[in-house]
């Protein structure tokens, strides 16, 4: 859960002003066009004055939270249905929508988010993360993280980070999944998920695997860095996993013995 004192969405703050009795949800805008930037006029919250801007080349440092639990299904200040589960986040002057590379700076994960709504009215922090993305990032359990935050745009930023787990399209039909013919009993057995050499994508795909299982990640000679779920002491355990990963699009995993 979010630390007490959070900071919350401009969406929420407007209807709890709005209303002097019961509070109401939103009215999620239908017509709502995600092509569409929104900038937005200066706003008042807690008496402090924010104005919004299209800073092309942002980038800064402080400190992130995270919402969702009591604003999962509220309207965003963009007029978005606010998700909980999509990877977004709140920011108090970047349009809507616009894209941010946030890098945790106490354990080096890095996560392309969008920007879809107000936020967090709270010194010192400077974004608000949705509950997904403060998983990927690994902030969730803490509440708080320090990070970097940078504008970032949809063709030049890293598409192979963006948290949207791969579709694979007529794939043929995945190899037998059975432990590899080198496995020896007692011997640990890694699924094999991917041979990455991009920091970014390292770090977002080894937060996102965590889902599934254990992660380990080793350097290869080539200078690529192998990123596995494991060691599994079971091959069942090692299949199921690998299993699962194929369910969610990682047809090219595989099972390898520990070296």
């Known amino acids: 859960m979010p630390l007490p004192g959070r900071s919350i969405s401009l969406a929420l703050l407007l209807v709890l002003a709005a209303c002097a009795g019961k509070p109401q949800r939103p009215a999620y805008n239908k017509a709502f066009n995600p092509a569409a930037v929104k900038i937005g006029k ?78 967090p009215f709270v010194d010192g922090r400077i974004i608000d993360l949705s509950r997904r993305s403060a998983q990927l990032l690994g902030v969730d359990k803490v509440g708080l993280a320090r990070v970097r935050v940078r504008r970032v745009y949809p063709d030049k930023a890293y598409p192979a980070t963006m948290p949207v787990p791969p579709v694979v399209v007529a794939a043929p039909a995945p190899a037998p999944l059975t432990p590899p013919p080198l496995a020896q009993p007692g011997r640990p057995i890694f699924v094999q998920v991917a041979a990455l050499g991009d920091p970014g994508r390292i770090a977002w795909l080894t937060g996102y695997l965590a889902s599934f299982g254990p992660v380990a990640t080793e350097v290869a000679p080539s200078g690529l860095t192998r990123v596995r779920l494991g060691p599994y002491a079971d091959p069942a355990a090692a299949t199921a996993a690998l299993a699962q990963l194929r369910t969610a699009g990682y047809s090219e995993a595989r099972l390898i013995p520990s070296s």
């Open 42 to 119: 200066p706003y008042q919250v807690g008496g402090v004055w924010y104005t919004p801007g299209d800073d092309r080349t942002y980038e800064a440092r402080g400190i992130a939270s995270w919402y969702g639990p009591g604003f999962h299904a509220l309207s965003t200040a963009n007029g978005e249905r606010y998700d909980q589960d999509d990877v977004t986040a709140a920011h108090k002057t970047l349009p809507m929508p616009s894209w941010v590379e946030v890098e945790n700076l106490d354990n080096g994960r890095r996560l392309v988010v969008r920007i879809n709504d107000r936020g």
